[in-house]
């Protein structure tokens, strides 16, 4: 048994290292909002920041197929501005200007609220939505 898990673990490091080695950057901005997000992707495993004029939110997640939304970015987000709140935002992939995300919020790990959403434009393609200057994650 030792040796099968020994075995596993290999594995999923060498798939996990050969997963890292094709890692890419995408930049998108939530329209109407400042934040404008760098996200490392490398299938399935996402990282992210925002851009620190706007807000210093920082998370990581998963690239799947959700049951109901399709082919998303599912991802846990810390708020260094937020203490207490928990956020995780869905971003509809693969990611195309005009593409939608959605931002949930929670304070204690069971009840899990919409907080907002909307549009968001991929960084470098036309412009799809105005710049806002407050962050999506700043409490209403």
Known sequence: MKTYLALAAAALLATSGGALAKSTTAVISLDGHCDVITLQISKPIVAGADDPDCAVEYGGGMIGKVKG????IVAGVQSPSA????????????????????????????????????TYTVEGSAAHGPKGTTSAFARH
Not at 69 to 72: C, D, E
Not at 100 to 115: A, C, I, K, N, R
């Open 69 to 72: 939304i399709g082919n998303t």
């Open 83 to 118: 203490p207490g709140y928990q956020f995780v935002i869905q971003i509809s992939y693969p990611l195309v200007t005009g593409g939608m995300w959605s931002l949930y919020v929670t304070q204690d790990g069971v009840t899990m609220t919409p907080f907002e959403s909307g």
